[in-house]
């Protein structure tokens, strides 16, 4: 049974949905600082203190750091006074770290923020400019109802959003001043509002272009993997164990129901778009804006959890999906139905436009 090759998903840190570089958080600890964290192939939160591919991951659990680095247990008490010690303040900003669903940065912004944890440059947030230039057309299908309803068809000067962006550099200030009056005359705003409106637009269909290529990219793996089963399930030695069937199965329909959901989730914003677009304002955009930055996390920890699933996966078995049956069970029934309950789907499955109002 053929099927394409397939690669792992490897991005640089600030672009990935499962390494967060500590490097931008302020850590105390010297030798953490150039450290990551990171989702592990059985969805536990570790530090990486190394990675290379010739000797791998070096990873450390969280509670094992206070005896590495000599951190004052919690519960010894001070010579002082007698009380119990507070932890050390980087044991108590890991643990929480460790807690969160996903380290892509639209979600870091919200968590970091909900969990009162400061970056060292707010600028860090912020994806790389060779994953920005890869997602130019994702963009493109969002930018366009904004080009079309401020400028037209007529005006072929403008073809995507930096293009927009680029009238506040126009030489000619008159043809600006039109342009951006036009704006905001279609948005219900003061022209002095639109620099604000530009940088959230974009902002906010970014992440969407990020989330959508993400899942773009892991659905060749998850065939993989579902090709896999599917010849486990044919194998004369493996058909009858039934354990390793039912976790086939499980795992099979687990992962489909969740490639579904975000797949689902990004119809239901498509939707929420075109109706903002039917009758734009200011208004109307913030409620799509908030409306999608309140799935972010979900979307975000779906995709990190697959991703690292699936990347363990082919890492392993990067050959075709028949070879080395009796190793790829084994692989699964050791390591990837690990973890597999922390994965966390939609709570909430409604429909979204009845919240644009």
Known sequence: MGTKPVTPIVDSDMDSLYVLPLSIIPIETKALQRARMIKNHQLRSVVEIYSERET??????????????????????????????????????????????????FS????????GISVRDNAALK?????????????????????????GDSDVAIHDFDDIVRLFRDPDVKKAKEK???????????????PQFLEDYGDIFLSLSYYRQCLDRIQPLLDNFIDSVDCLRKNWQLKNDQSLMQTCTM?????????????????????????????ISAIRFQRVKELIQSYHT????????????????????????????????????????????????????????????
């Not at 870091?108 to 969990?115: D, N, S, Y």
């Not at 230039?133 to 930018?143: C, Q, V, W």
Request: negative net charge.
């Open 56 to 105: 791998g991951s070096g990873q450390l659990e969280i509670d094992t750091l206070p005896k590495m680095f000599g951190w004052v247990p919690a519960d010894d008490e001070d010579e002082d006074d007698g009380e119990p010690r507070k932890p050390h303040p980087d044991l108590v900003t890991l643990r929480q770290l460790a807690l969160l669903p996903t380290y892509d940065v």
């Open 108 to 115: 870091l912004r919200i968590l970091l923020r909900r969990l």
């Open 127 to 151: 994806l790389s400019p060779e994953k920005n230039a890869e997602l130019g057309d994702y963009m493109t299908n969002f930018t366009r109802p904004l080009i079309l309803q401020v400028y």
């Open 180 to 194: 951006l009056r036009i704006m905001a005359q279609k948005l219900s705003i003061d022209m002095m509002e639109i």
């Open 251 to 279: 795992m099979e329909a687990r992962l489909n129901e969740l490639a579904a959901a975000v797949t689902g989730r990004f119809e239901n914003f498509d939707r929420s778009t075109a109706e903002m677009w039917s009758n």
């Open 298 to 357: 979900e979307i975000g920890g779906v995709l990190c959890a697959l991703t690292v699933k699936m990347n363990a996966w082919v890492r392993q078995f990067p050959g075709e999906v028949d070879s080395a049956p009796v190793r790829r069970a084994e692989f699964i029934m050791t390591q990837m139905r690990q973890g597999f309950d922390r994965i966390k789907s939609f709570e909430n499955a409604a429909p979204m436009l009845s919240q644009l109002g």
